[in-house]
């Protein structure tokens, strides 16, 4: 723990995205989306790649120098997360809801996946030579593969698929200057008299200051919930919980019980009794998981490990459910290039939120030395 891992790499991370996004959300509404996340997932690969490459390299024996250049990478990552998230988000964002909620269920699988390989990778190498080492080689490993099939499959499968078709078609109409690329690799070719993708039809869009404008609330939720999430998880988890019965096991069980609850909590809002539409419910909701943050604390020096264990289940299903939440219920209403518009503009201030939670989270650390 001497360079504080967990919580450095989240804030090297974390600027190089939201420098980023911030970049691609003001240039959205001209931006090449299938350039965009096919840079994204380019990137996701080859860092992926990169980590290991560091590792067989150096034969695993630390040190600064390797160290700095997981940093470096990590900094890769944070620019490939704000090609691809951002961008996919927008561009489901004016399809329907119930696809933003399958991508956004997807990232939280992706947690809960890695979660799972961390266990069950500590269980077979606990006791071997190098076992920590060999399990984030067989991890990282799987990554790259996983990485390149989502390249593979957004480059050639997505963009056919009739559904996405359609509602790319729709987005054109409608005056989105960003699906051109992916209308074509679909097979489908504007028509001149929509002009370069159907500027001449309606020319008129929302900027993106009154979109901001009419759904501050919604970006100020979004800030607020992964503020919240990112002052616990993962640093706090990892490094400030104590020592209780659990031993080694204990934060790995705490970031698997985030994970598994975020990805229960992505999927309630389907069941339409308990989705909450409500802007100003969505705002109280969000504004009392700051209780989340004394709980914590509380918890961490006189609590039992059974009482930080539901707590940080509660942290997943909050940020789970609340994140769907506002994602699918924002952009209604509004044409195709706004609803992606607005879709980059909610994950930005999503960025910012995590952002200022990872500063924020360095704060467990005052009154315990470095």
Known sequence: MKYHPTRVLSLVYQPFALGTLAILTYNEATINTRRRNLTGYFLFFCSSLLVLVIDLATSGAGGIGPFLGICIVSGAFGVADAHVQGGMVGDLSFMRSEFVQSFLAGLAASGALTSALRLITK???????????????????????????????????????????????????????????????????????????????????????????????????????????????????????????????????????????????????????LKVTSRPTLMVATLCRFLLIPAFYFTSKYGEQGWMIMLTALLGLTNGYLTVSVLTVAPKGYKGPEQNALGNILVLSLLVGIFSGAVLDWLWLIGKGW
Not at 199 to 212: A, F, G, I, T
């Open 123 to 273: 269980a077979a190498f606990e006791n071997t030579k190098d076992g920590l080492r060999k399990g984030a080689i067989i991890f990282f490993a799987i990554s790259v593969l996983f990485e390149l099939l989502c390249l593979l499959l957004y480059a050639f499968v997505f963009p056919k698929l009739p559904i996405v078709k359609y509602y790319r078609s729709k987005a054109a109409s409608e005056g989105s200057k960003t699906v051109s690329a992916d209308l074509a690799a679909g097979g489908i070719e504007i028509p001149q008299s929509l002009g370069v993708a159907g500027d001449l039809k309606n020319p008129e869009r929302l900027s993106n200051k009154d979109l901001l404008f009419q759904n501050k609330d919604y970006a100020i939720d979004m800030a607020l919930i992964y503020i919240v999430t990112l002052s616990i998880f993962p640093g706090f988890l990892a490094e400030d919980t104590g020592s209780h019965s659990l031993g080694s096991w204990y934060a790995l069980v705490l970031i698997a019980m985030y994970n598994g609850f975020d990805l229960i909590g992505r999927y309630i809002p389907l069941i339409n009794k």
